[in-house]
């Protein structure tokens, strides 16, 4: 775990420095393509980036997990990605659970046994590409929530309590993770869910 602490310091730093530099770059990200029904408009789920491509016909990939590459032609505030490549991966993050005031949440993260995984929270969406590791889409670099070591069944499963305040129902909660696998560090897809009475 030692070995990636700096590089996780290095993702608030790279953060704040992008958010200015993100307008018409090439970007990797990783979520679920989403449609705006009775439109021809897409956008990745919990986040505000909005999808389009004159190469792939995106009505394919609706609710399929994804691995996207393009060129994001809004701005870093409403980004507006042009496909350029995408393909159809395994889900890597989930908010799954009940979503109930006094009930649980289960975060769950998909990989490699042995991938040690960060998970962070957030209270809305953003996007910060970051470089080869895919695109940061919380709107704020909080502490990691959590961390773990993907275990032998390839699913690590961390289950959190709600408190039982209704104050708490209708709020959304945001999660990403973050990977240290062989092949190097990657971001996976941001999850949201709201909370129920």
């Known amino acids: ?14 953060l704040g420095l992008s958010a200015s530099l993100v307008s ?6 990783r979520g679920k393509v989403e449609d705006v029904q009775g439109t021809n408009n897409f956008f990745v789920d ?5 999808l389009q491509s004159n190469a792939f016909n995106l009505n394919l990939f609706v609710g399929q997990q994804t691995e996207i590459r393009g060129t994001n032609i809004g701005t870093p505030q409403s ?5 350029t490549d995408i393909q159809v991966i395994p889900r890597i993050f989930e908010i799954g659970g009940n979503g109930s005031i006094g009930r649980e949440l ?8 042995g991938d040690r995984v960060w998970i962070f929270p ?16 919380l709107d704020a670099v909080n502490p990691a929530f959590a961390a773990g070591v993907i275990p032998g069944n390839g699913l690590l499963q961390i ?3 709600i408190p039982n305040n ?30 129920k009475s």
């Open 1 to 14: 775990m030692k070995r990636i602490g700096s590089q996780v310091l290095a993702i608030v730093c790279v």
């Open 24 to 29: 018409a770059q090439e970007v990797l990200l």
């Open 46 to 50: 919990c986040t505000n980036v909005g």
């Open 79 to 83: 980004p507006l990605i042009n496909v």
């Open 106 to 113: 289960q975060l769950e993260v998909a990989g490699t046994p």
């Open 122 to 137: 957030a209270s809305g969406s953003g996007y910060s590409p970051i470089r080869n590791w895919g695109t940061f889409l």
């Open 159 to 161: 289950q959190v309590n």
């Open 166 to 195: 209704p104050n708490l129902v209708g709020v959304t909660v945001y999660g990403q993770a973050l990977l240290e696998t062989g092949a190097g560090i990657l971001l996976s897809n941001a999850d949201c869910k709201t909370i």
